[in-house]
């Protein structure tokens, strides 16, 4: 099965202040995701990316930043956090073997609240 | 653009009974169907997703059958086990990218 980690798994921030998320996969997979769950909405795609170097806004991209400086980690930043973030964020790697035969393995999550 | 609807935010059953999650979707081609779960403080994980060849995908007990004439997919069990209880989202792939789209999840609470 595949091996998607996140850390930190819990994070207390400060309005305005800078989070770091970020997430590593050994599973040598191409694609990589970030999400965020809230209640009532689902799972949304924040970023996903295609390989290394690169990065793709989803579908609620404001606010966020990603980067993917390699194969195995994809990071997402909220440089000035505000308390509309405070969710649960989760990282997935796919596996394309097939395209739009995409299985997703996800990571374990983060909990973020932002006072 | 591309979208899927789960009705029931929360389904209760007793134990035994059949399970069905509703799951349609909206889309300008044909895209794949999934289902995930979700336990309690877990991640999501696959639970099953549709076949090219309109084969029935089965994992678990679970089954779905995508129908394209109605735009479904809909989560079926033939009777439902505890173990079960969970979070369910049904998902769609986006047109030649490997994203998906999620419902909104629906919750399925089984009791003795």
């Known amino acids: 099965e595949a091996a998607v980690t996140q850390s930190p798994r819990n994070k207390v921030a400060v309005t305005g202040g800078k989070v770091t998320l970020s997430c590593n996969q050994t599973?040598?997979?191409?694609?990589m995701y970030w999400y965020r769950q809230d209640t009532g909405h689902g799972l949304r795609l924040i970023h996903y990316?295609?390989?290394?170097?690169?990065?793709e806004k989803g579908d609620i991209p404001d606010g966020y930043k990603a980067s993917r400086p390699s194969q195995e980690n994809f990071s997402l930043i909220l440089e000035l956090a505000t308390p509309s973030q405070t969710s649960v964020y989760f990282c997935?790697?796919?596996?394309?073997?097939?395209?739009?035969?995409?299985?997703?393995?996800f990571g374990p999550g983060t909990r973020l609240l932002v006072l | 653009g591309d979208s899927v609807t789960q009705t029931e935010g929360l389904v209760t059953l007793t134990e035994g009974l059949p399970v069905m999650l509703n799951c349609t979707y909206q889309?300008?081609?044909?895209?794949?169907l999934f289902w995930y779960v979700q336990h309690l403080n877990e991640a999501p994980k696959l639970l099953l997703k549709?076949?090219?060849?309109?084969k029935r995908p089965e994992h678990q007990g679970f089954h779905a059958t995508l129908h394209k004439s109605s735009s479904s997919f809909h989560l079926q069990k033939s009777s439902a086990q505890l173990s079960d209880s969970a979070l369910y989202y049904c998902?769609?792939?986006?047109?030649?990218?490997?994203?998906?789209?999620f419902g909104h999840g629906t919750i399925l609470r089984v009791h003795p």
């Open positions: 889309s300008t081609y044909s895209p794949f």
């Open positions: 599973n040598n997979h191409n694609n």
């Open positions: 990316s295609y390989g290394a170097g690169s990065t």
């Open positions: 998902a769609s792939t986006g047109a030649n990218t490997g994203k998906l789209t």
């Open positions: 997935a790697s796919g596996d394309a073997g097939t395209i739009n035969q995409d299985t997703q393995y």
């Open positions: 549709s076949f090219t060849d309109n």
